[in-house]
């Protein structure tokens, strides 16, 4: 039996994360570097093995490296895998949240250092006779801020924890848009070439009446149609022209191109479906184990409890500071040592507390819906791989070659003087649409398979599953013929 496997989902992707993370701004700070290697390390089990586009590695990218690397890819026909590594490579989007993620590393950093000693010095000058000056020397240090830096890091750690899940959460979400954007591209460009050769077949049936009706055999009626039938073919093309310029125009927002290199080309049609879903046993539990979306709520939920914690201490532990402090007078130096405590007599963190604990029970809440939600937009999306697979597959092996069947049939009847040459371009008219909605189907089933993927990567937010569609074809061949001689 076959399994199941994200091959889409590859390794070089995050190595391109990396690479893409490393060319911001033309240099890289240490601390941003490392948070690129983070994500690249979360994500690394989402990938699997393989390595098509080797140049596309850690650090071997920066600044015009990068953009020479997708002067490269955009020189050559795209496909799904090269779009996605364009996209990692040159979205602002994804470096607008890297530095997100910088900025809960900035916060880490801060809540990890301890606080600064003060100190204080003090000189006087006696008003009286010839008094020499007097000189105080003090060093304060804040021992609660001290006592509370292990809690306050644990609170940023988990803070950071959500937030790098959230990023690479973000990286899956690009490419998961990407290859829908790729993948409408190539619908587009194959419903436009449909478009344009029924245009064809429509102006060879109005120009077959046009030429019958000169010589007298048929009506003014059969020419008035099949000229309907060019108009509405041509505002077709038209509409499939809008579709495939908005596409490509979705596509270059996801890949950041403008100028000259939103001119690349896509010249290989949507893939035929493969059939390698298993039984779907313990799918739901991979989903659950791999969530994104739910490694970021547990970090949120420790952070809600960390901060908790960190409230009902600070709520309870006096508030203390210390220091020495010595004082010259004359010649003579005394030194000395204080305590300051407060006493947490009103404020003992009530509301904070209190804050903190409805922040994680909303967290939690949140938490099992999700889980619920994944595991419902599993169970659809399978199905749905499952449900457009099958009619992609009737419509490629039945229903096709039955429209061409009648096709020939047709031809065969024309060439024996049975039929009219307005039943062949029926007939022919007929595949085409046949042909329009095998695209479609198609569509469907590259946008489910890319949810499921996306699901068992990761990632559920921003999940596009669609209604279904609902197919508009005749059951015969095409509309009645029209009166034709011979």
Known sequence: MKTWSSSRWKRPAAGTLVASMLTLGGCVTVPLANDARDVHTT???RWTPGDPMAGLTSEALRGEDADAAVRALLAQPLTADTAVRIALLNNRDLRAA?????????????????????????????????????GDIGLEYDLSELILLPQRRGVAQAERAAERALTAGEVLHLAYRTRLGFYEVQARHQQLELRNRALQVAQAGYGTAVELEKAGNVRALEVATERSAVESARLAVAEAENALLDSREALNVLL????????????????????????????????????????????????????????RTEGFLPHLSGGFHGEKDEDRWEMGAHLTVGLPLFDRKQGVRMAALSSRESLKARYEATA????????????????TERRARHVRDVLLPARRQVL???????????????????????????ASTYVETLLDYHRARSALEQLLAGRHQGLELGSIRVSSMSASSGPAAAADAH
């Open 98 to 134: 890297m530095h997100a993620l910088g900025v809960a590393t900035g916060n880490l950093v801060q809540m990890s250092l301890p606080p600064n000693p003060e100190v204080e010095l003090e000189v006087r000058k006696p008003t009286r006779g010839g008094e020499p000056l007097q």
């Open 372 to 387: 619920t939600a994944i595991r419902a937009s599993l169970r659809q999306a399978r199905g749905r791989v499952e449900s």
């Open 43 to 45: 994500l690394s089990a």
């Open 256 to 311: 950041g191109l403008f100028g000259p290199r939103t001119q690349w080309t896509v010249d290989s049609p949507l893939a035929d479906p493969v059939n390698d879903l298993d039984s779907g046993e313990g799918l739901e539990a991979r989903a659950i184990e791999a969530s994104l979306d739910l490694a970021e709520l547990r970090g949120r939920m420790e952070a809600a409890d960390r901060r908790h914690r960190l409230a």
């Open 408 to 434: 020939d049939e047709t031809l065969l009847q024309y060439n024996a003087m049975q039929v009219g040459v307005f039943e062949v371009l029926r007939a022919q008219a007929a595949v085409t649409d046949t």
